[in-house]
């Protein structure tokens, strides 16, 4: 080769290694629970399998107390929301009754509660549960807990239940974070 163009050679390659290295997007952090009461830590020998947001809506209903005569309350029915990936893009789906994850891929998992923390005023509170076995094979497959944190809205009704309401039932919008877990 030349010895002339060598050096040419050797500064485009380098040019054009750090313009690729300039337009590559920026790793995303690992996933910290640092910041998070306790309570709602997935205990250690898990890790991240997959972080979602929920966006959609619960539903409450106007009913009476359980044994108390004369005496109203909202009751959870259940959720209804989309499991969207960080780019925003539609990965499954949280609904219930029972309380129920389902990837797009059809694999699904029930979970029972374990713990949960306040979410901050106005906001469902943080909640980490335990996943049964899932269904089907899929993204689901070996989630041993689901977080439920950065909760936005889904508090129950702010208008009272009465004997004149009973029975109608209330839709809010909320927004929360589900991070999924396996064990390592």
Request: proline residues 8%; positive net charge; contains cysteine.
């Amino acid at each position: 080769m030349n010895t002339r163009i060598a050096p040419v050679a050797a500064t485009l390659l380098s040019a054009t290694l750090l313009a690729a290295c300039g337009s590559m997007p920026p790793m995303m952090p690992a996933y910290s629970q640092a910041s998070l009461p306790a309570a709602v830590q997935v205990p250690a020998g898990h890790q991240v399998a997959m972080e979602t947001t929920g966006v959609g809506e619960i539903t409450y209903q106007c009913s009476a107390k359980k044994d108390t005569t004369g005496q109203y309350e909202w009751m959870f029915v259940g959720p209804d929301a989309r499991l969207n990936d960080r780019s925003g893009k539609q990965v499954g789906k949280y609904y219930g009754p029972p309380a129920t994850w389902e990837s797009m891929d059809g694999s699904r998992l029930t979970a029972t509660q374990v713990a949960v923390a306040p979410g901050g005023m106005g906001n469902i509170p943080f909640q980490l549960v335990k996943g049964n076995p899932a269904m089907g094979n899929g993204a689901m497959n070996g989630v041993t807990y689901i977080q439920r944190v950065a909760t936005q809205g889904g508090v129950m009704p702010a208008t009272p239940c009465t004997a004149a309401n009973i029975g109608i039932k209330q839709v809010v919008n909320y927004q929360a974070d589900y991070i999924f877990y396996k064990a390592m």
